[in-house]
């Protein structure tokens, strides 16, 4: 059970986020986006390259 303290404490943190989400623009949303992607494909990129190197060693 969640204590009425908490209960109000998640209430402000949901109205705050909520609003201050509302304040960005989409295309601010857009911009970062991208670059994560951008990011994540380099990362994941490697860990593909490594796992194929790995399994080409095993067999061989």
């Known amino acids: ?3 009425e303290r908490r209960k109000t404490l998640f ?3 949901k109205k705050g ?3 201050r ?3 960005i623009k989409p295309e601010d949303i ?3 986006a991208a670059k994560e992607a951008a ?3 380099l990362f994941v990129g490697q860990i593909i390259k490594d796992a194929f190197v790995e ?3 095993r067999k061989m």
């Open 39 to 41: 990011g994540a494909i």
């Open 30 to 32: 857009a911009k970062f």
């Open 17 to 19: 986020l909520g609003e």
């Open 11 to 13: 209430e402000k943190v």
């Open 21 to 23: 989400l509302s304040e």
């Open 55 to 57: 399994f080409s060693e």
């Open 1 to 3: 059970m969640v204590s």
